[in-house]
């Protein structure tokens, strides 16, 4: 982030952020570890990820740019529709098809000529590790659990494992912390995500029961789930097409729900998208859709940029338990501490015991196998790569024997584990890996999902 010439960036611009810039130099009882009053934090070097350029996400990008943030990237995968207008402020009628990072990181780029967004239109799944790697801080402005969980796993598999050379303990390096947004109506939750020192998406899932009410936060133009495919019919094709001479749309008439099924289940096809569309299914979405609620989101947001701001600074601590908000109920509040699940698959390690004799297949077809039973089976093709020593220690690929290139993958998937692991061991000098070693296995038949052990090596 260095200006023309290599220097560094100016300090947060102390005429526009004179109120944030004065409280950064006056320490209190609420300031967080490591806080240097004397050394002003310049907030406006870190590189921050918006993930979602909708409701949260409009919101969350003015208020980044209030807060004198100077380097986001926004990435969505949808375009802009005439019912985003109502509380998505960044967008106008003429914007309607384009992409909404696109249009609202040219809005703030305009209207904001010290902050620099770049927009990537598209699915968060099509970036890879560079692009994930280069961010201090990701804000999550989704409608999608499985997105979250996408997310958490990817940054959860980002960190550097760390092994004490006395104790033995693992720590985690580069592990960048998440914050959710989420709304419902009038209803919205705020977290902070701590990899290591807390709860991750996948810790506490049950924070996310199963919906009884579909969030209408778009008609979605690349819809994800069958519930967007129902909804893209009855507040769109209904009006447009006026079937049924133009009859008011009954929850409880067959015939109605019916006709929405029928073109719910041909968009589902074109989009390719799993799951059944049945007159049950069709009617109860129809019955149950929550409005998105503008203020809702402009809350939330501002809190979660609240919380990139304390993270910045360190000008106060952060929160470390999730907040939900339900302003349906008059208005009310609570706050709730979240600990790491021992068991999570994201963000823990299990451990297991592993001879110095065996080699890839034999660990795969045995402790992988038995771990994993209704996952992996015997001869399936995943990726084995082992983070200690180093984090190209050893990479190999399992396949089937009946593989056409399971032949050339012989001279590592052979060999014992722990005799290739030293030789290709660029980290000779600590013994420490010879007792505890940090496997990941991930692709093939895991398709998105990746696991890590801590391997107790035994003679």
């Known amino acids: 982030m260095a200006t023309e010439g290599g220097d560094e960036p100016p300090l947060v611009d102390v005429e526009r952020f004179i109120d944030l810039h004065r409280i950064c130099k006056r320490p209190s009882t609420y300031t967080g570890e490591g806080f240097d009053a004397s050394n002003p934090p310049c907030w406006n070097m870190l590189r921050i990820l918006l993930v979602g350029a909708g409701g949260l996400g409009c919101e969350a990008l003015h208020c980044l740019a209030l807060t004198g943030f100077e380097d986001v990237h926004v990435i969505d995968m949808d375009t802009i529709d005439l019912t985003n207008l109502n509380r998505q402020f960044l967008f106008r009628d003429k914007d309607i098809g384009r992409p909404k990072a696109d249009v609202a990181a040219d809005f703030i780029n305009r209207k904001c000529p010290w902050m620099r967004v770049t927009p990537h239109f598209g699915r968060i799944e099509h970036k890879g590790d560079d692009f994930y790697r280069q961010f201090h801080l990701v804000i999550l402005g989704l409608d999608s659990i499985h997105a979250r969980q996408w997310l958490c796993r990817k940054y959860a598999s ?267 061991s660029r980290d000779v000098g600590s013994s420490t890996w010879q007792k505890l070693s940090v496997l990941e296995i991930s692709g093939g038949v895991l398709k998105d999902q990746s696991f890590r052990y801590l391997v107790a090596w035994s003679d």
């Open 158 to 424: 980002l960190r550097t494992p760390l092994v004490d050379d006395v104790t033995g303990e693992i720590t985690w390096e580069g592990a960048v912390p998440l914050i959710d947004g989420g709304t419902e109506g009038f209803k919205g939750s705020a977290r902070h995500i701590q990899f290591g020192k807390g709860a991750c998406i996948d810790c506490a899932m049950y924070l996310y029961p199963p919906r009884t009410a579909v969030p209408f936060c778009t008609l979605e133009n690349v819809p994800r789930a069958p519930e967007h495919c129902v909804l893209y019919v009855k507040e769109k094709l209904w009006g447009d097409l006026k079937p049924f001479d133009g009859s008011a749309l009954d929850g409880d008439n067959a015939d109605h729900i019916d006709w929405i099924a029928e073109r719910a289940q041909a968009r589902q096809a074109q989009f390719k998208i799993p799951g059944d569309i049945t007159f049950r299914f069709t009617q109860g979405v129809v019955k149950n859709v929550v409005a998105a609620v503008g203020f809702t989101n402009a809350m939330i947001a501002s809190m979660c940029v609240n919380e990139a701001f304390k993270l910045a600074t360190g000008i106060a601590k952060p929160f470390d338990n999730y907040m939900f908000y339900d302003g349906g109920k008059g208005i009310c509040c609570y706050t709730q501490s979240l600990w790491p699940n021992s068991e999570c698959e994201s963000c823990q390690l299990r451990s297991i015991k592993v001879s110095k004799r065996v080699n890839s297949r034999q660990l795969m077809d045995t402790e992988l196998v038995s771990e994993r039973p209704t996952l992996l089976h015997v001869g399936d093709i995943v990726n084995m790569r082992f983070l200690l020593p180093d984090p190209v220690g050893m990479v190999s690929t399992m396949l089937p024997s009946t593989h056409p290139l399971a032949s050339s993958l012989a001279g590592v998937t052979e060999t014992p584990i722990f005799d290739h692991l030293t030789k290709v």
